[in-house]
């Protein structure tokens, strides 16, 4: 039995086409408390999940209208940068 790997699976799970930018994206954070339950933690870092939606508004590069939305993965991407999804809502 051949058992997908993670990224086979989420492309699978992917219902509408994702297409490539170019430009960048403003993303504004409004003053909000973000509460949950430890997981686990170390010397360097903790790791909890939120018991709320973290709300964002966004701003693609060329367009005037800021869109609302909640922030559904980060990821690292290496060397101090981070990878975020927004859900538009």
Known sequence: ???PNKSTSQ???RV???VP???SVTVFFDEQQVIGPGQNMSEEGVFFVAEAA???RVLIDGSDEWRDG?????QSMG???LGMA????
């Open 79 to 81: 060397e101090g940068n």
């Open 86 to 89: 927004v859900r538009f809502v």
């Open 54 to 56: 973290l709300r964002v």
């Open 16 to 18: 509408i086409e994702r």
């Open 70 to 74: 909640e922030i559904v993965r980060v």
């Open 1 to 3: 039995m051949k058992v």
């Open 11 to 13: 492309l699978d799970r």
């Open 21 to 23: 930018m170019e430009g």
